[in-house]
């Protein structure tokens, strides 16, 4: 019998180290610390030890998600990376930078890049690889990589310049057939940026992947799901989780496994090299250290419809710009804030890119549409048509909505500052980027001089300590 390890980090965010994290309680969320490459490292060269055919994959959305990595457009982070011991990466945010600038950084990584639904505009040639070839103990393993596919349908234009995404679902039995039947390898792995429920209905329509490693919606699975035989993990986000599953392999087949979910302790002792490398980097951004406020309510964006990370977000942009109604994306990602002191540090993993304000004129009619989009894609009823993280965020707004409905009939009944919305009726808006609110709506676009995070540590100045509840925006009928 043989022995292989897989081991799995997603949705890292560029989470460098030790910080706060959101677990499910038996009556609440509570918050412990955890994560960061040091300790990373640690688990790493404790699991290389008792399993010297260990395989180490990235799934993505490594390169962006702090501020010190934002402001350099992750400058230092193969500097990290490369000392972990990698074997291959796909991605999502780290098109942020556009595809020039992350082609600049793969490069300088000593593992692959892969992808084989990202295409040239120009020539229709695949931009990075689709696939790589590992060998362990006389096992041949076949990767496939898909990168998150909503790029360039639901990121602003500069993430895919020059470069357009398909779902994959036409190169994935491609390359499952050249893997087994040209390369003749024994294993087939499918990394993938696309989503759980994306995933799934991929692998329902592809019979011949062993290993699928799900990323994108920041599932904690501490078992494996499986269906068609394929075993698909996905292991949280932040670096707070690595997956880990060892496979026991006779005559070239998986013969069973054992998958474990490994929580990135605060006890574990980080890795002194990897500490020091990161501390060295971090150095120029000691100053968002500085306190600039107080909550007593916690702080995080782990509820899909409403969360109190973007309502101070929200209630800040509102402060700043005065408006009828105020929108954000519904990012998942940033770690959360217990009740205590607020950083400024925090105030950037809310939102690391550190946009303008800007304000918009909205027809009542366009809201509806807005917001109907915006349910559609995050809860349409095909998983490949699933484009959104969480529920667009909004403030003055009282929806209700039956998300089961099939698209453009699921708001029931809107409200803004308590009055029923009005199709007719133009309403001022502010926002921050065309994922708040995108370019096809509104009249009087204008970005105003005013920074979200200036916005929340202004909000903070005044209002702190923060105390508040949700404001019940959407309700699920």
């Known amino acids: 019998m043989k022995k292989i390890t897989i081991v799995q980090l997603n949705d890292v965010h560029a989470y460098l180290n030790l910080h706060e994290e959101a677990f499910y309680g038996k009556e609440h969320l509570e918050y412990r610390k955890c994560g960061g490459y040091a300790r990373i490292s640690s688990l790493l060269k404790d699991i290389r030890k008792n399993s010297k055919n260990t395989l180490l994959f990235d799934c993505?959305?490594?390169?962006?998600?702090?501020?010190?990595?934002?402001?350099?457009?992750?400058?230092f982070m193969p500097d990290i990376l490369n000392d972990l011991g990698m074997n291959a990466m796909t991605g999502h945010w780290e098109f942020a930078y556009g595809p020039k600038r992350l082609k600049e950084i793969t490069n300088r990584l000593n593992y692959p890049f892969l992808a084989a639904n990202?295409?040239?505009?120009?020539?229709?040639?695949?931009?990075?690889?689709?696939?790589?070839?590992?060998?362990?103990?006389?096992?041949?393993?076949?990767?496939?990589?898909?990168?998150?596919?909503i790029i360039d349908k639901t990121m602003p234009s500069s993430f895919s310049e020059g470069i357009f995404f398909t779902n994959g679902t036409e190169e994935l039995p491609?390359?499952?057939?050249?893997?087994?039947?040209?390369?003749?390898?024994?294993?087939?792995?499918?990394?993938?940026?696309?989503?759980?429920p994306q995933d799934v209905a991929l692998i329902e329509q592809n019979k011949g992947i062993d290993i699928c490693l799900s990323?994108?919606?920041?599932?904690?699975?501490?078992?494996?799901f499986v269906v068609n035989n394929t075993i698909i993990m996905q292991s949280g986000s932040h670096g707070s989780f690595l997956g880990k599953l060892e496979l026991h392999i006779k005559d070239n087949k998986i013969e069973n496994y054992i998958h474990e979910l490994i929580e990135v302790s605060e006890d574990i002792s980080?890795?002194?090299?990897?500490?020091?490398?990161?501390?060295?980097?971090?150095?120029?951004?000691?100053?968002?250290?500085?306190?600039?406020?107080?909550?007593?309510?916690?702080?995080?964006?782990?509820?899909?419809?409403?969360?109190?990370?973007?309502?101070l977000l929200l209630k800040s942009m509102k402060e700043s710009v005065p408006a009828a109604i105020c929108f954000s994306n519904g990012w998942r990602y940033g770690a959360p804030v217990p009740a205590g002191d607020i950083t400024l540090n925090d105030l950037y993993n809310i939102v690391p890119m550190d946009p303008f304000i800007s304000k918009v004129d909205l027809k009542g009619f366009e809201i509806l549409q807005l917001l109907e989009d915006d349910l559609d894609k995050t809860y349409n009823n095909s998983p490949l048509e699933q484009m959104g993280g969480y529920v667009k965020r909004t403030l003055n707004m009282k929806v209700y909505v039956r998300v089961e409905n099939p698209k453009n009939s699921r708001v029931q009944l809107a409200f803004i500052n308590g009055q029923k919305l009005n199709p007719d009726t133009t309403y001022k808006a502010a926002f921050i980027t065309s994922q708040g609110v995108p370019k096809k709506f509104g009249t009087n676009r204008a970005k105003t001089e005013i920074h979200i995070v200036a916005a929340m540590k202004n909000y903070l100045k005044k209002q702190s300590p923060l105390e508040f509840n949700l404001e019940d925006t959407f309700v699920l009928i």
């Open 60 to 75: 993505g959305d490594t390169l962006h998600g702090t501020f010190s990595v934002v402001d350099t457009k992750a400058e």
């Open 174 to 196: 491609q390359q499952i057939d050249l893997l087994k039947n040209v390369e003749n390898v024994d294993l087939v792995i499918l990394l993938t940026h696309n989503g759980f």
């Open 215 to 224: 990323s994108h919606t920041h599932n904690r699975l501490y078992k494996p």
């Open 270 to 311: 980080p890795d002194s090299d990897m500490q020091e490398k990161i501390d060295k980097h971090l150095k120029p951004y000691k100053y968002l250290e500085e306190i600039v406020g107080k909550t007593e309510v916690s702080l995080n964006r782990s509820l899909s419809l409403e969360c109190t990370m973007d309502d």
């Open 118 to 149: 990202i295409y040239d505009k120009k020539t229709k040639k695949l931009v990075y690889p689709p696939t790589t070839i590992l060998e362990k103990e006389g096992i041949r393993i076949g990767v496939i990589g898909l990168a998150c596919n």
